[in-house]
């Protein structure tokens, strides 16, 4: 089962309170890349990490995995890219089928964020930049993590 922001949370609360915080790994799955995105130690803000080039969906959660413990998140978010309706269409039915592959390679619980539009935010922060359109694109899937992973983190510091 999927769970989404707002329902389940992996911090039981805030850093304000005095519960402890942990590192979160936030992903954009697309068909070519996947962009990785990082929280800091407290959970509090997200950082752009890296990005793993598709190949096979064994290979890639793998990849996912080897990210997992070498930080040691203790948790994993996946944008969900639903229809503007709020659906769940083709892309979205191939991320939800590589999450299936992910799940029994890491020790943690993965969660999904709407994440419409993160790729189009991503794009308009680099238009305007100088950089070689494929250094904006591989930026961009890690923005869109980066996106994704704090739309998360500020959801759940909120409960």
Not at 4 to 30: A, E, Q, Y
Not at 133 to 152: G, H, S
């Given at each position: 089962?999927?769970?989404?922001?707002?329902?389940?949370?992996?911090?039981?609360?805030?850093?304000?309170?005095?519960?402890?915080?942990?590192?979160?790994?936030?992903?954009?799955?697309?068909?070519?890349?996947?962009?990785v995105?990082?929280?800091?130690?407290?959970?509090?803000?997200?950082?752009?990490?890296?990005?793993?080039?598709?190949?096979?969906?064994?290979?890639?959660?793998?990849?996912?995995?080897?990210?997992?413990?070498?930080?040691?998140?203790?948790?994993?978010?996946?944008?969900?890219?639903?229809?503007?309706?709020?659906?769940?269409?083709?892309?979205?039915?191939?991320?939800?089928?590589?999450?299936?592959?992910?799940?029994?390679?890491?020790?943690?619980?993965?969660?999904?964020?709407?994440e419409?539009?993160?790729?189009?935010?991503?794009?308009?922060?680099?238009?305007?930049?100088?950089?070689?359109?494929?250094?904006?694109?591989?930026?961009?899937?890690?923005?869109?993590?980066?996106?994704?992973?704090?739309?998360?983190?500020?959801?759940t510091?909120?409960?």
């Open positions: 089962m999927l769970h989404r922001v707002g329902i389940s949370s992996p911090f039981g609360g805030n850093s304000w309170n005095g519960t402890k915080r942990m590192r979160v790994l936030g992903l954009d799955v697309g068909d070519r890349r996947i962009g995105a990082l929280s800091d130690p407290l959970g509090i803000t997200a950082q752009r990490l890296t990005n793993i080039q598709r190949s096979t969906l064994e290979r890639d959660s793998a990849a996912v995995a080897v990210l997992v413990t070498h930080h040691a998140a203790q948790a994993v978010v996946v944008g969900l890219p639903l229809t503007m309706r709020g659906t769940v269409g083709e892309q979205a039915k191939k991320v939800m089928g590589f999450i299936e592959a992910l799940r029994p390679q890491v020790p943690c619980p993965i969660y999904t964020v709407d419409r539009l993160t790729t189009v935010q991503g794009q308009r922060s680099f238009h305007e930049t100088e950089a070689p359109r494929r250094t904006r694109k591989q930026l961009i899937d890690q923005v869109a993590a980066q996106l994704i992973l704090q739309a998360y983190l500020d959801a510091q909120a409960h």
